[in-house]
């Protein structure tokens, strides 16, 4: 998948495209709009991180250029401001989701995932590793071919473990991506613990894989190269 | 009292004592004239008679009638030939006082030393001085009255327009004022100051947006940046002590980035940026208890419902969201295990009572920022800080007790309704449930 990730802050714009690099992506950076402008013209692109404040214009307005120029690639705004404004303006405009700094790298990537995922650009609906595969249309999860009984935070945590495979998701990002803005306290440790906890047994009941092993301290990471 | 009474009244005031001190210099003045022309009168007709008495033509008759008396004089004729007598006598047949003035006269005569009084009753009436000034007096009033009203209608509303348009300004708006043009001095510069305060309250005022804008976007970049670093450091070959560090870290940071968009979130409700609209209430109330039906269900909590339908608020919805979600977690995070939640919703409010431990401070306390009890100290303590600033833009009153091992959170829609009723009402109804429940 091919990324245009428009950021001011060289930092940021560095640590997105190390993470998505580590995915498989191909990332072009632009710290402008007018850089921005310059490469939509020479190439195409399957995604589009847009910062909403640039230091020469606004995203919201390059935002309406790519739509204007009937440019068929999915917009993910980042932004600074949670102002509700800016999200409904950004989101009426055309753009296919909305993020809020600071924000967590698999986050961004489960988001990113999910418009790819939506304009079916790989032509699929299905997430599939080994003997666990999601049905993202109709939120169904199957391991070794029998439907599995999971709630919606389940489903939903299984789905952003399987994306972000392999990477060490802290519990705070769980907790962000489960609830959004409602994680509001910490004491959401305790509901991820749970939520992972019930996951688990749900899986190794239906004879599957358990690939999600606690990382001491931080979180938990979905293990791809783990064999029962 | 209304500035044209003020001002008319005393006006008014001024007039009168003005008149009445004018009246009695000119009823003395009068006074004083008219004794000294009858002095004049009396002196030069007892020369006439004593002309005549030397001449020896003056006869009784023509004496007859006459207010006069001749007398002779013992002794030498006084230094000063004439003298002039002033006392009051009162009359019994008009039955009032009667000021008389005599003159007298000395002549002498030969040997003789004649002594001539003559006399006259001048008046100055009280009681038809104060008439003529009650008549003077009374059409003045009524002018002046008159008058103020109708000149006050034109002078004074330029004054009444900026009135006006100062009820009206809403600096949220962020619309400059627009003040009627006026002729009078002291309106235009109220005006001109008017217009400068408002203008620089408005410019004040976009400052501070601008500022609590920039200031949650420029600490959230870098706070972005941070947890960006350190969730990629975190996938990196780390040791336990290290990752333990991590964790500490990846708190701190997302706690920093909460208390920073609360803050945002109070500073834009302080600001009322946010336009209310009708919305169903009930509905947001259905959708967040949806939301935390996991953690609910996970804490093994038993929620009781009961919902009335077609509940309807003015407010922002996100508002609404925030309010309710704000006081649904604060119920779940406060509860204990096996704990129970009862919601109700009516015309008139909205509670959320939960189980749980006793508060540690006074309940009403819990309403300030950072106040905390500290068996939560994961929280940022901006939660029901949020809830009270979303009840006052919605003009709500937010009211916490604690009652017997239940926190009850009330949010009332009705400003006027009686509380302690209300109040009253619900213990009694929580403690059927209680009782229910057991």
Same mark, same amino acid.
Request: net charge negative; hydrophobic share 40%.
């Given at each position: 998948?091919?990324?245009?990730?428009?950021?001011?802050?060289? /930092?940021?714009?560095?640590?997105?495209?190390?993470?998505?690099?580590? /995915?498989?992506?191909?990332?072009?950076?632009?710290?402008?709009?007018?850089?921005? /402008?310059?490469?939509?013209?020479?190439?195409?692109?399957?995604?589009?991180?847009?910062?909403?404040?640039?230091?020469?214009?606004?995203?919201?307005?390059?935002?309406?250029?790519?739509?204007?120029?009937?440019?068929?690639?999915?917009?993910?705004?980042?932004?600074?401001?949670?102002?509700?404004?800016?999200?409904?303006?950004?989101?009426?405009?055309?753009?296919?989701?909305?993020?809020?700094?600071?924000?967590?790298?698999?986050?961004?990537?489960?988001?990113?995932?999910?418009?790819?995922?939506?304009?079916?650009?790989?032509?699929?609906?299905?997430?599939?590793?080994?003997?666990?595969?999601?049905?993202?249309?109709?939120?169904?999860?199957?391991?070794?071919?029998?439907?599995?009984?999971?709630?919606?935070?389940?489903?939903?945590?299984?789905?952003?473990?399987?994306?972000?495979?392999?990477?060490?998701?802290?519990?705070?990002?769980?907790?962000?991506?489960?609830?959004?803005?409602?994680?509001?306290?910490?004491?959401?440790?305790?509901?991820?613990?749970?939520?992972?906890?019930?996951?688990?047994?749900?899986?190794?009941?239906?004879?599957?894989?358990?690939?999600?092993?606690?990382?001491?301290?931080?979180?938990?990471?979905?293990?791809?190269?783990?064999?029962? | 009292?209304?500035?044209?009474?003020?001002?008319?009244?005393?006006?008014?005031?001024?007039?009168?004592?003005?008149?009445?001190?004018?009246?009695?210099?000119?009823?003395?003045?009068?006074?004083?004239?008219?004794? @000294?022309?009858?002095?004049?009168?009396?002196?030069?007709?007892?020369?006439?008679?004593?002309?005549?008495?030397?001449?020896?033509?003056?006869?009784?008759?023509?004496?007859?009638?006459?207010?006069?008396?001749?007398?002779?004089?013992?002794?030498?004729?006084?230094?000063?030939?004439?003298?002039?007598?002033?006392?009051?006598?009162?009359?019994?047949?008009?039955?009032?006082?009667?000021?008389?003035?005599?003159?007298?006269?000395?002549?002498?005569?030969?040997?003789?030393?004649?002594?001539?009084?003559?006399?006259?009753?001048?008046?100055?009436?009280?009681?038809?001085?104060?008439?003529?000034?009650?008549?003077?007096?009374?059409?003045?009033?009524?002018?002046?009255?008159?008058?103020?009203?109708?000149?006050?209608?034109?002078?004074?509303?330029?004054?009444?327009?900026?009135?006006?348009?100062?009820?009206?300004?809403?600096?949220?708006?962020?619309?400059?004022?627009?003040?009627?043009?006026?002729?009078?001095?002291?309106?235009?510069?109220?005006?001109?100051?008017?217009?400068?305060?408002?203008?620089?309250?408005?410019?004040?005022?976009?400052?501070?947006?601008?500022?609590?804008?920039?200031?949650?976007?420029?600490?959230?970049?870098?706070?972005?940046?941070?947890?960006?670093?350190?969730?990629?450091?975190?996938?990196?070959?780390?040791?336990?002590?290290?990752?333990?560090?991590?964790?500490?870290?990846?708190?701190?940071?997302?706690?920093?980035?909460?208390?920073?968009?609360?803050?945002?979130?109070?500073?834009?409700?302080?600001?009322?940026?946010?336009?209310?609209?009708?919305?169903?209430?009930?509905?947001?109330?259905?959708?967040?208890?949806?939301?935390?039906?996991?953690?609910?269900?996970?804490?093994?909590?038993?929620?009781?419902? @009961?919902?009335?339908?077609?509940?309807?608020?003015?407010?922002?919805?996100?508002?609404?969201?925030?309010?309710?979600?704000?006081?649904?977690?604060?119920?779940?995070?406060?509860?204990?295990?096996?704990?129970?939640?009862?919601?109700?919703?009516?015309?008139?409010?909205?509670?959320?009572?939960?189980?749980?431990?006793?508060?540690?401070?006074?309940?009403?306390?819990?309403? @300030?920022?950072?106040?905390?009890?500290?068996?939560?100290?994961?929280?940022?303590?901006?939660?029901?800080?949020?809830?009270?600033?979303?009840?006052?833009?919605?003009?709500?009153?937010?009211?916490?007790?604690?009652?017997?091992?239940?926190?009850?959170?009330?949010?009332?829609?009705?400003?006027?309704?009686?509380?302690?009723?209300?109040?009253?009402?619900?213990?009694? @109804?929580?403690?059927?449930?209680?009782?229910?429940?057991?």
């Amino acid at each position: 998948m091919k990324v245009l990730l428009v950021e001011d802050n060289k /930092e940021l714009a560095e640590s997105i495209s190390d993470y998505l690099r580590g /995915e498989g992506y191909l990332i072009e950076k632009a710290h402008t709009v007018y850089d921005a /402008e310059d490469k939509l013209i020479a190439f195409s692109y399957d995604c589009i991180l847009l910062d909403l404040m640039l230091p020469d214009g606004n995203g919201i307005d390059l935002l309406r250029s790519i739509k204007q120029d009937k440019i068929n690639s999915g917009v993910l705004i980042i932004s600074a401001k949670d102002a509700l404004d800016d999200k409904v303006a950004g989101l009426e405009d055309g753009a296919d989701d909305y993020i809020t700094k600071p924000f967590h790298l698999s986050e961004l990537h489960a988001r990113l995932k999910a418009i790819y995922r939506r304009k079916k650009l790989d032509g699929s609906n299905a997430v599939v590793f080994n003997d666990i595969s999601l049905d993202t249309n109709r939120m169904e999860v199957m391991v070794n071919d029998a439907l599995l009984d999971v709630t919606r935070k389940e489903y939903d945590l299984l789905l952003y473990f399987i994306i972000n495979k392999d990477r060490v998701l802290s519990r705070q990002a769980i907790a962000t991506h489960l609830w959004g803005d409602q994680a509001d306290d910490l004491a959401n440790f305790d509901f991820v613990y749970q939520h992972v906890k019930n996951l688990r047994k749900k899986i190794s009941a239906a004879k599957g894989n358990d690939y999600i092993e606690t990382v001491y301290g931080v979180g938990y990471k979905f293990n791809s190269l783990k064999q029962a | 009292m209304k500035l044209l009474t003020k001002i008319t009244i005393w006006y008014i005031a001024i007039v009168a004592i003005i008149m009445v001190v004018t009246m009695l210099i000119a009823r003395h003045n009068l006074e004083l004239e008219n004794k @000294q022309a009858e002095i004049e009168r009396l002196t030069d007709r007892n020369n006439g008679i004593a002309e005549q008495i030397k001449t020896g033509g003056l006869s009784s008759v023509h004496l007859e009638g006459e207010a006069l008396t001749i007398t002779k004089w013992a002794g030498p004729i006084p230094s000063s030939k004439t003298t002039v007598e002033e006392n009051t006598v009162f009359n019994k047949h008009i039955g009032r006082d009667e000021h008389k003035i005599t003159v007298n006269s000395f002549y002498q005569s030969g040997s003789d030393v004649y002594k001539i009084s003559s006399h006259n009753y001048i008046t100055l009436i009280w009681s038809s001085i104060l008439q003529s000034l009650a008549m003077k007096l009374l059409p003045i009033i009524l002018c002046i009255v008159i008058a103020a009203s109708l000149i006050s209608r034109y002078m004074l509303s330029p004054f009444r327009k900026t009135l006006e348009a100062l009820r009206s300004f809403n600096i949220t708006e962020r619309k400059q004022l627009e003040l009627a043009p006026t002729t009078t001095k002291e309106f235009k510069e109220l005006n001109l100051f008017v217009k400068d305060m408002t203008d620089k309250a408005i410019a004040e005022y976009a400052t501070i947006k601008e500022f609590s804008e920039n200031a949650s976007h420029e600490l959230q970049t870098p706070l972005a940046v941070v947890q960006s670093k350190l969730e990629l450091l975190t996938g990196t070959n780390i040791d336990e002590t290290q990752a333990a560090l991590m964790a500490d870290m990846q708190n701190a940071i997302e706690k920093l980035s909460r208390i920073n968009r609360s803050l945002t979130l109070l500073t834009k409700l302080e600001n009322h940026e946010f336009v209310p609209s009708d919305i169903k209430f009930c509905r947001i109330v259905k959708d967040q208890l949806a939301l935390y039906e996991d953690r609910l269900s996970l804490k093994q909590i038993t929620i009781q419902q @009961q919902l009335d339908k077609n509940i309807h608020t003015h407010m922002h919805p996100a508002l609404a969201e925030i309010l309710v979600g704000n006081l649904l977690s604060n119920a779940i995070r406060h509860n204990i295990e096996g704990g129970a939640i009862v919601v109700t919703l009516t015309q008139q409010q909205l509670r959320i009572s939960n189980t749980g431990l006793p508060p540690e401070l006074p309940t009403d306390e819990l309403f @300030q920022r950072f106040k905390k009890s500290n068996q939560s100290a994961d929280s940022t303590g901006l939660g029901l800080a949020i809830v009270k600033q979303i009840c006052m833009a919605s003009n709500f009153t937010a009211r916490y007790e604690y009652d017997g091992g239940w926190h009850h959170l009330m949010i009332f829609f009705d400003k006027n309704v009686n509380r302690s009723e209300v109040v009253t009402a619900v213990k009694e @109804q929580v403690e059927e449930t209680v009782l229910q429940r057991s």
